[in-house]
């Protein structure tokens, strides 16, 4: 899981343009929205897209599931992890 939550690191700062922030930066605990990263409703669907693309996977109509999976980038892991099988 450590070489996807790399990955996603990079995707979250190549596919929402973050400047000045390398992957080491990123917390993989942290929350992505509000007082984490503080990413918005548009970096939302601007990575939902992105991880759709790279990893192949449909994302949950269910909001409550789309928020808790995009909590942090340890949870979008476990996320795309449990799509892979």
């Known amino acids: 899981m450590n070489t996807l939550v790399q990955e ?7 596919s929402l343009d973050l400047e000045d922030i390398g992957p ?14 503080g990413l918005d409703s548009i970096d ?3 990575l939902g897209v992105a991880i759709q693309k790279r ?13 808790q999976h ?12 449990s799509k892979a099988k």
């Open 8 to 14: 996603l690191k990079q995707l979250i700062i190549d």
């Open 24 to 37: 080491d930066d990123i917390d993989p605990q942290a929350p992505l929205f509000g007082a984490g990263l």
């Open 44 to 46: 939302a669907l601007e």
């Open 55 to 67: 990893f192949h996977i449909k994302l949950d109509n269910d909001p409550a599931a789309t928020r």
């Open 70 to 81: 995009f909590q942090s980038v340890t949870s979008l892991a476990r996320f795309i992890e």
